[in-house]
């Protein structure tokens, strides 16, 4: 199995979808790709990051892709012009440009970033899972559902298992954090 045989059969299915069915469907051997490389989990993580990417943006989440790229064209053409200026828009200047040169915040200023409690565990746990995909994909469910964040211990996020102990735990998240999967 290769990233590239993951992704085309992604991009097999996304065309399919957009051309409102054309027929098509998956060989025996694209058919083994989407189970066995979790293609239904990896396009759900697609549309999840899509949707997120326009909302941080402030942008309708069902755009085209040509007016997307016109709409990043447009920024960073507006970016690069205050940068040549000498104004830099920092998210965290104390760390980004400590020195204290020309610096402002932007839109970030007087924003305090909260860490997100994680909810208490529930009464009735999840049984762990055998798999390791079907455990990396309660663990990142569970752990985004209850706005769990590697800042919180990792007891907080075990204590919703059952069957598992918090090392096993960890070292799934270690792992999707590794894959940019949890923060």
């Keep these: 199995m290769t990233l590239t045989g ?15 069915s054309t027929g098509e469907t ?11 490389g979790l293609v239904g989990i990896l396009r759900e993580i697609h549309d999840e990051l899509d949707a997120a990417v326009a909302e941080a943006y402030g942008w309708p989440p069902d755009m085209e892709t040509d007016e997307i790229l016109a709409r990043l064209l447009d920024l960073n053409t507006r970016r690069a012009a205050e940068e040549a200026a000498g104004t830099v828009r920092w998210l965290r200047p ?10 402002v915040q932007g839109e970030m200023e007087g924003i305090q970033a909260a860490a997100p409690v994680p909810a208490p565990a529930p009464k009735q746990k999840t049984p762990w899972p055998a798999k390791l995909a079907d455990q990396a994909a309660l663990v990142r ?7 769990w964040t590697t800042e919180a211990p990792v007891k907080a996020l075990s204590a919703h298992f059952s069957g598992v102990r918090a090392p096993k735990v960890q070292a799934v998240v270690d792992a999707l954090v590794a894959l940019g999967q949890l923060k």
């Excluded at 060989?27 to 989407?34: I, L, M, S």
Aim: overall charge negative; aromatic content about 6%; glycine content about 2%.
């Design 141 to 147: 469910k569970t752990a985004l559902d209850i706005h």
């Design 26 to 36: 998956l060989t025996p051997k694209e058919r083994t790709v989407y189970e066995d």
């Design 6 to 20: 993951l992704y085309n059969v992604l991009d097999k299915l996304t065309k399919r979808q957009d051309a409102a």
């Design 94 to 103: 104390e760390y980004q440009a400590p020195e204290g040169s020309k610096a």
